[in-house]
C-alpha cells in the first residue's frame, strides 16, 4: 500500500509539472501574440498620421474605395521584420515544445493550435504580396502546416492559400485546392464561399449552390442573400422565386443591404411576390437612411426614370448627389449621365465627362465604356 501510495504521489507531481510547464509555455506564447499585435496597432497609427501629414502638405488622396470593398490600414511590410522573424521562430518554437508535452490536455492544445493558426493567417495576410519576406513566408507556412495538421480549418484555408501563392511552400494547385475543401468540409464558412465562387467558375452551379446552402444552415447572411439569387434564376437548382424572395427577406432583415435591394426590386417587379411598388420604396428607403449607397442609387434611377412610381427628377438628383459625394462610383455615374442629358438640370457636358472620367479612375465598368 505504502509503495502504490509512493506511485500515486510521484505521478501527482510529475503531472504537475507538466501543467507548469504548459502553462509556462502559453503564457509565454500569449504575452508573445499580444505583444506582436502591439506593434502592428503602433504601425498602423504610424501611418495614419503619415498619411495625415502628407494630406496637409497637399498631396492628391488617394480614390474613394469601390463598393463592397473595405479600406483597412496595414502596417508597413518593411518595417521590424527582423523582429517579426524572431518572434514567428519563437512561435513556431513554442508550438513544438508543447507538443512533445506528455499529456497534452485537449484545452491547452486548442489554444496552442488557435494561436498559431491566427497568427500565420494574418501574416499570411500582410505579406503575401510582399517580394523579399522569404524568412518569413518560411515561419508562417510552419505554422499553418502545424494548425492544419491539428485539424484547424483556418490554417487549411492559409495553408492553401500559401500553395496557390508559393509562400513559404512549394506552388501546388492540386493541394492547395484539396485544403480548401477540407477546410470547407469542417466548417469554414469563408473556404465554403471561396469554394463556391470557384465550382460556379468551373461551370459546376449545382456544387456552388450546395456550398452556400451549407452556408445559409451555418448562419451566414451574405450566403443566404446569394443562394437567393440561386434561386431568382435558376442556376444549379429549379427556378423558384417564392424561395429567392423568402431568402432575400430573410438575409435583409439580417442587415445584408444588396438583399433589401434585390427584395426592394422584387416588389417593384412583382418577381415571386404581390407587386408593390410602396413597398419596394420603403425598403430602400430605409436602406438609404442608415447608409446604403447602391440602395441610394437604385431609389434614384427609379425616379428618375419612372415605372411603378412617379418621375421625381429632383429627389433623384438628392440621392445620386448624396452617393457621388461619398465616393460611390455608381453614384458618380449617375449624376453624370443627368448631367450630360440635361434632365432635372442644366446641361454640362464638360462637368459630366469629368464626373464619368473620376468614375472610370476609380473602376466603374459604365464609366469606363462611357470614355472609351
Not at 434585390?262 to 420604396?281: D, F, H, I, Q, S
Request: with cysteine; aromatic share 6%; hydrophobic share 40%.
Amino acid at each position: 500500500t505504502k509503495r502504490h501510495t509512493q506511485g500515486a504521489t510521484k505521478r501527482d507531481v510529475d503531472m504537475s509539472r507538466v501543467r507548469c510547464k504548459q502553462e509556462d509555455l502559453l503564457d509565454k506564447l500569449e504575452a508573445l501574440v499580444d505583444y506582436r499585435r502591439r506593434v502592428w496597432a503602433e504601425e498602423v497609427r504610424q501611418q495614419q498620421r503619415e498619411q495625415c501629414a502628407s494630406e496637409d502638405d497637399g498631396a492628391v488622396p488617394a480614390p474613394p474605395p469601390q463598393k463592397r470593398q473595405r479600406q483597412v490600414p496595414q502596417p508597413h511590410p518593411h518595417r521590424n521584420t527582423a523582429a517579426l522573424v524572431q518572434h514567428l521562430r519563437e512561435l513556431n518554437s513554442l508550438t513544438q515544445q508543447l507538443s512533445s508535452v506528455d499529456d497534452l490536455e485537449r484545452r491547452f492544445e486548442n489554444v496552442v493550435v488557435n494561436f498559431a493558426s491566427r497568427m500565420g493567417c494574418e501574416c499570411l495576410r500582410l505579406f503575401s504580396s510582399v517580394v523579399g519576406c522569404n524568412e518569413i513566408a518560411q515561419q508562417v507556412a510552419a505554422l499553418l502546416q502545424f494548425g492544419s495538421g491539428a485539424g484547424d480549418s483556418s490554417a487549411m484555408l492559409g495553408l492553401s492559400h500559401a500553395h496557390e501563392l508559393s509562400f513559404g511552400v512549394q506552388k501546388d494547385l492540386q493541394r492547395a485546392v484539396t485544403l480548401l475543401r477540407l477546410a470547407a468540409e469542417t466548417g469554414n464558412v469563408d473556404a465554403m464561399h471561396e469554394l463556391a465562387h470557384r465550382a460556379y467558375g468551373w461551370g459546376d452551379p449545382a456544387e456552388a449552390c450546395a456550398l452556400y446552402q451549407r452556408a445559409t444552415d451555418a448562419g451566414d447572411v451574405y450566403a443566404t442573400y446569394l443562394l437567393g439569387r440561386f434561386y431568382e434564376h435558376g442556376n444549379g437548382v429549379p427556378q423558384d422565386t417564392g424561395r429567392a424572395v423568402a431568402l432575400h427577406r430573410r438575409a435583409a432583415d439580417a442587415g445584408n443591404d444588396e438583399a433589401t435591394v434585390r427584395l426592394a426590386t422584387c416588389y417593384m417587379e412583382g418577381n415571386g411576390v404581390a407587386k408593390c411598388p410602396a413597398m419596394a420604396v420603403s425598403l430602400l428607403t430605409r436602406a438609404a437612411d442608415a447608409g446604403h449607397l447602391g440602395s441610394a442609387v437604385t431609389l434614384g434611377w427609379w425616379f428618375a426614370k419612372g415605372g411603378g412610381v412617379p418621375i421625381d427628377l429632383h429627389r433623384a438628383w438628392a440621392l445620386f448627389q448624396h452617393a457621388a459625394d461619398k465616393g460611390n462610383t455608381d453614384g458618380m455615374h449617375a449624376l453624370a449621365s443627368l448631367l450630360w442629358a440635361g434632365e432635372g438640370c442644366p446641361q454640362d457636358k464638360e462637368r459630366a465627362v469629368s464626373l464619368f472620367q473620376q468614375a472610370a479612375d476609380a473602376g466603374n465598368f459604365s464609366a469606363i465604356f462611357f470614355c472609351g
